[in-house]
């Protein structure tokens, strides 16, 4: 009898989407989301596990039989959950945040259930349609000028990442560039950002094929905040044409990685049209805040950009990956990156009245990413997440405010959104060391910047800036409040206080 019960086991398939299932199961992972919320800031921020400390606690490999869902959760708990570092707790102030939420988490699910594959119109007409539609929503609220939105013939896409955002504008302005100098010219195209703009702008040049020797980070300096400045653009660009090379493409950026600096749109605009640059504006990081009228003008200039982007998943409430990106001539996006091949051709796409988004990115597969921005806009609306986006800025003041009542330490730049580059700087240190003092004092910085992390009490990272090393303090986690920043600043001050004895 045992053996006609395995036998009719062994030939029953699996039901991997009966929709019963699916409810028990899915009400048992929210349940454990949930209570992992209510808990998150009960963990050290920073994952303190060793590497390779993983395949010392899982088989070797793959589970024959199925196993519960309740013994998959448990082993998440027990093995997992320590290898994780916490970017949705309100101690988190590292990097930039990845702002989490309800509605961004409930329209990824509703995503991930509808599990289509829209490359173009006709696979899922309604995912095409709701991102065109969302992206205009967006461009309206940020009040780009109306180039930039499909009702002015530019248009929206959403990318996965900055990355290939950049990458996408950098290959379209390659092709538009080599169609007018020739092919064979490729080695003479230039790339310009600052010492200051985010390693994607590199990568995306030496992808797209530019000669790495032709890539320019110009210098930026305090004085002007570490802005890049129209005076060192024209210069070093006039250095390239008496060199014979052919400038090619600026990536200007508001809210640098390092210290949320901010590059001046308009003259950096006046400079690239006279040499016929193409111009991106990155707004990775500080482009949310656009959204709030007293934000707004970091974005002068931007009529005259050709692209802008910015990472709705780092504080717009948006899960990863949501990168936001305009055009203002989506035609240089399609001759750059469309392929027309057999098997994809229909009627829709041949009429010419449909956005086929598989030619405006990198991917012929893409995700149905615009349903969770739709459900972020819908249900915090406009002016929530104004309110949102103020309390982190505020939350950022008060920090500041901290920072200034102890005298030991400085504010290195100026703030400009919700992020604070500051170091300790006591007099004491340097003295009777062979390194210098400016380098004693980054050692010192540095030192405890990670006794802090080790505590795992909140999670910091750092850069360095014109030769300096400073904490960066990121508010922008969903469930950070004031009591939680004032919490940080004790623990610096503990710490600082434990190395300064130390000394």
């Not at 538009?176 to 230039?190: C, E, F, H, S």
Request: aromatic residues 10%; charged residues 20%; glycine residues 6%.
């Amino acid at each position: 009898m045992g053996s006609i019960q395995n036998q009719k086991y062994e030939n029953e398939t699996i039901k991997p989407l009966d929709p019963e299932e699916f409810r028990k199961q899915g009400h048992m992972v929210i349940d454990f989301l949930a209570d992992y919320y209510k808990n998150v800031e009960k963990y050290p921020v920073r994952s303190q596990v060793e590497p390779g400390y993983l395949r010392e606690r899982l088989p070797e490999s793959a589970p024959h039989d199925p196993e519960p869902l309740e013994e998959i959760l448990q082993d998440v708990q027990k093995d997992i959950v320590p290898g994780i570092t916490h970017w949705q707790s309100p101690n988190y102030f590292a990097y930039f945040p990845s702002s989490g939420s309800t509605a961004g988490f409930l329209g990824e699910m509703l995503s991930t259930g509808f599990n289509v594959v829209g490359f173009n119109w006709m696979s899922s007409p309604a995912a095409t349609e709701l991102e065109s539609i969302v992206m205009d929503w967006l461009g309206k609220m940020l009040k780009l000028p109306n180039e930039f939105l499909f009702s002015g013939g530019g248009g929206g896409v959403l990318q996965g990442t900055t990355c290939e955002a950049i990458l996408c504008t950098v290959v379209a302005a390659r092709d538009q560039m080599l169609k007018k100098i020739g092919r064979d010219n490729i080695n003479k195209l230039v790339v310009y950002g600052s010492d200051q703009t985010h390693s994607a702008l590199q990568k995306a040049a030496q992808i797209a094929g530019i000669n790495p020797n032709n890539f320019r980070a110009v210098s930026t300096t305090k004085a002007n905040a570490f802005g890049l400045t129209a005076e060192a653009l024209r210069s070093t660009i006039e250095a390239d044409i008496e060199a014979g090379l052919v400038p090619l493409f600026l990536c200007a950026t508001i809210g640098t990685t390092s210290s949320t600096a901010v590059d001046a749109l308009s003259p950096l605009c006046e400079v690239a049209k006279e040499y016929g640059i193409w111009v991106h504006v990155d707004a990775a990081y500080a482009g949310s805040a656009c959204i709030c009228p007293e934000f707004r003008h970091y974005l002068d200039g931007v009529e005259n950009a050709h692209s802008f982007s910015f990472n709705a998943h780092k504080w717009f409430l948006t899960t990863l990956d949501c990168c936001c990106l305009w055009v203002k001539d989506p035609g240089a996006l399609v001759k750059a990156l469309s392929t027309y091949p057999e098997y994809l051709r229909n009627k829709a796409s041949e009429s010419k009245q449909v956005v086929d988004y598989k030619d405006w990115q990198i991917t012929l597969s893409r995700r149905f990413r615009s349903l969770k921005l739709w459900l972020v806009l819908r249900s915090y609306g406009v002016a929530n997440l104004r309110k949102f986006l103020r309390s982190h800025v505020k939350m950022a003041k008060n920090f500041e405010g901290l920072i200034a009542m102890d005298k030991r330490f400085e504010v290195v730049v100026p703030r400009n959104f919700a992020t604070v580059c500051f170091r300790i700087s006591p007099i004491e240190i340097g003295k009777n060391q062979i390194v210098s003092k400016e380098e004693a004092i980054n050692n010192f910085n540095a030192k405890l910047l990670e006794s802090i992390n080790e505590s795992g009490k909140i999670y910091m990272t750092h850069a360095v800036i014109g030769g300096v090393y400073v904490m960066r303090f990121a508010v922008g986690a969903s469930l950070t409040e004031n009591r939680h920043v004032n919490l940080a600043w004790k623990v610096v001050q503990e710490h600082a206080n434990a190395l300064l004895n130390m000394s």
